[in-house]
């Protein structure tokens, strides 16, 4: 049975500040790991995904996995108040279409 | 071109009635999927389709019927649902193989009165 933790929030920053947010799984197997955005009322957007242990940059945004602990994380930096949203972290293994989701935190960047 | 585009974005109906979902991909994807979200929650897994073939079917009432016409397209055929099962539908795309990123439409927001 696949289980995706997420730091329990909400998380609130000030703007320009680094949102760290962190994600654990429990499958050994596990290949591909996503972040996606969810904003209230609407779906889920992939921000971003990570398939090889270490550091991967977009933008503001930064993935970070660590599969000998069994974490990932997303680090956004210089956070926006157009970060507010709920962030689902989601974790899939090979040959199996299924992904597994946390739960979600949801951050707020306050002006 | 990273789009899945839903309709209807809303669609109310009735305990009784059949309705469909529609759903369409340009991205050259050969997996597709529908989801299930209820408020709060992470989206739940209903159906994968794989090269246009039923792969998984996560136990779903009958009430739900899912169909694949072609590789662009996904239906969801809903009778008799319930109150329930009124939810946000979502229907994601990705390259067949399950380890690829998987990316949303919009959403159908269904309500069953």
């Known amino acids: 049975q696949k289980e995706v933790e997420q730091n329990s929030g909400p998380l609130s920053v000030p703007e320009g500040a680094i949102a760290s947010l962190n994600c654990t799984y429990s499958?050994?197997?596990?290949?591909?790991f996503f972040w996606y955005r969810q904003y209230s009322g609407k779906s889920p957007e992939l921000i971003m995904f990570?398939?090889?242990?270490g550091d991967k940059e977009d933008g503001r945004f930064t993935a970070q996995l660590n599969k000998a602990s069994q974490y990932v994380s997303l680090l956004i930096r210089d956070s926006q108040p157009s970060d507010s949203a709920t962030y689902l972290c989601?974790?899939?293994?090979?040959?199996?279409?299924?992904?597994?989701f946390g739960a979600g935190t949801t951050v707020t960047v306050r002006a | 071109d990273t789009e899945v585009t839903q309709t209807p974005k809303h669609l109310v109906m009735g305990m009784t009635n059949k309705k469909s979902l529609k759903c369409e991909q340009h991205?050259?994807?050969?997996?597709m999927y529908w989801y299930k979200q209820k408020a709060k929650k992470p989206p739940e897994l209903m159906f994968v389709?794989?090269?246009?073939?039923?792969?998984i079917n996560e136990s779903v009432p009958s009430r739900f019927s899912p169909e694949c016409p072609n590789s662009s397209l996904l239906n969801l055929h809903l009778h008799a649902l319930q109150p329930e099962d009124s939810a946000l539908y979502l229907c994601?795309?990705?390259?067949?193989?399950?380890?690829?990123?998987?990316?949303f439409g919009p959403g159908t927001r269904l309500t069953v009165t």
């Open positions: 991205m050259g994807h050969r997996a």
């Open positions: 990570i398939y090889s242990n």
């Open positions: 499958d050994r197997g596990s290949q591909s």
């Open positions: 994601a795309s990705s390259q067949p193989g399950g380890v690829y990123e998987q990316y």
């Open positions: 989601a974790v899939n293994t090979d040959a199996d279409y299924k992904l597994s």
């Open positions: 389709y794989s090269y246009e073939k039923l792969s």
